[in-house]
């Protein structure tokens, strides 16, 4: 079968489908991958076949005119929302629909229609659906916020499924949202976000439905312990690593002589905010006096920011994690999906500095069961993570919770395994009509 691969040009949301992709090209299955062309050089480096659509986004050239430190402190809130810290309506998606409450999900949705969904599909939608009429696909799986994807599928008749790069956020707040509104008087049930979709969608000759929202079924890759729980179809699917061309240094295939303790922040915040949110310097002094080896891995420009570096403390600019999480005690990390999904794959504890989008929840998720430890960006201290990271390396009960979450994980089918449930759920889903 033909299956196409949809999302709008995000490196680390792409990544968080190639290895399902692999799998279904592996199977015999043709495969291409639709995004802006800014994502082109990344997808061709995995092997996959790129199909350039619509033109770039400027997500980024826009939100980088309010990202500056004046512009913080003068309009904190807008900061907090543009940089994605507080990002109505899904930062309270673990919530009860009755406290979360109707206005705070209406005007979300209202916000972040302007800030987000039309920023990144309006370029591509159009081009999108104009690929799945000259090729059609038998199947489209697309990232979550890419919408253009399952207008496209539902035009050609095609089954089309999300695969998440974080929790499902965004179907327990959709879930949330319909549910308060039933209760809304009827002239007060406004639906921004549904009528925007429905828009794009008629415009295209294709009629609305909630599945242009959360898809005919959802390929979910966080284990039972940590996912959310929605009312849609999820399928887990295992994780498994991929960030990119990696290489594994000498040093990493020896054994550590002491406890080693990696302390990553990810590359998001320095490729798109201008550095992290916490003071790296003083993570590294809190902990310079510990029996570790403090394996953190830091940009170039975030390097030279540094007045000194402790004897304990070994910089990299790269290292694949996936090579590294395994020969950890603990890992100090941001909480993004790649990240927390290949640490609990190596069962290790993990302390998650939380900033923004889902990292809260995932969060508290991990501490909660049991295999980790969680602090908000802006309590955290040098004293709170040396505190912290001692009980996450004296404690047994973290290491016992890590293994559990690791069973989980291996529970979890493969993405090779996933391919005859993808097989069969296009055969249930795909309807072969062609819309004019």
């Keep these: 079968m033909r299956v196409l691969f949809a999302t709008y040009s995000e490196k680390t949301h792409f990544h968080a489908m ?27 480096r995995t092997g996959l076949t790129a199909v350039p659509v619509g033109t770039d986004h400027n997500l980024w050239r826009i939100s980088e005119r309010f990202l500056t430190q004046r512009f913080a402190e003068a309009n904190p809130v807008a900061y ?25 999900l209406r005007s979300g949705y209202e916000d972040v229609l302007g800030s987000w969904y039309k920023i990144i599909n309006d370029p591509l939608t159009e081009d999108l659906i104009g690929l799945a009429r000259e090729w059609r696909p038998d199947l489209v799986l697309w990232e979550p916020t890419t919408h253009g994807g399952p207008i496209a599928a539902e035009a050609v008749g095609a089954a089309h499924g999300r695969v998440l790069w974080s929790l499902d956020i965004f179907a327990r707040t959709r879930q949330n949202y319909l549910r308060l509104r039933r209760r809304q008087p009827p002239g007060q049930r406004q639906d921004p976000f549904g009528e925007w979709v429905a828009a794009q969608a008629a415009a295209h000759g294709v009629e609305f439905s909630e599945s242009l929202i959360t898809g005919r079924f959802t390929v979910d890759q966080y284990p039972a312990p940590l996912r959310l729980d929605t009312d849609v179809h999820h399928i887990p699917m295992r994780y498994v690593p991929y960030n990119g061309a990696s290489v594994i240094p000498r040093w990493l295939r020896e054994p550590p002589g ?88 190596a069962a290790v504890p993990q302390l998650v500095i939380s900033e923004q989008h889902d990292t809260p929840i995932l969060g508290r998720r991990l501490r909660m069961c049991g295999a980790g430890l969680d602090e908000y960006y802006t309590d955290i ?32 089918p493969t993405p090779r395994e996933l391919v005859p449930v993808l097989e069969k759920l296009t055969a249930d889903h795909r309807t072969g009509a062609t819309t004019s």
Excluded: K
């Excluded at 199977?27 to 291409?32: S, T």
């Excluded at 907090?80 to 705070?104: C, K, M, Q, T």
């Excluded at 694949?320 to 640490?343: D, E, M, R, Y």
């Design 18 to 44: 190639v290895p399902l992709a692999w799998a279904l090209a592996a199977a015999g299955h043709e495969v291409r991958v639709a995004s802006q062309p800014a994502l082109t050089e990344v997808i061709t």
């Design 80 to 104: 907090n929302r543009i940089r994605g810290v507080d990002l109505p309506p899904f930062a309270r998606s673990d919530e009860p629909a009755e406290s979360v409450g109707w206005d705070y």
């Design 258 to 345: 002491r406890p080693r303790v990696c302390l990553t922040l990810g590359l998001f915040s320095t490729d798109r905010f201008g550095g992290y949110p916490i003071s790296v310097q003083e993570v590294l002094d809190s902990v310079a006096d510990l029996d570790i080896e403090l394996v953190c891995t830091l940009a170039e420009a975030e390097r030279s920011r540094l007045a000194r570096v402790p004897d304990n403390t070994r910089l990299v600019e790269f290292v694949p994690l996936q090579a590294l999480a395994p020969t950890c005690s603990a890992v100090i990390h941001h909480g993004g999906f790649g990240t927390t999904n290949t640490v609990a794959a």
């Design 381 to 412: 201290t040098g004293e709170r993570v040396r505190a912290h990271l001692v009980r996450l390396l004296d404690e047994p009960s973290f290491a016992a919770a890590a293994d559990g979450l690791q069973d989980a994980m291996l529970s979890m």
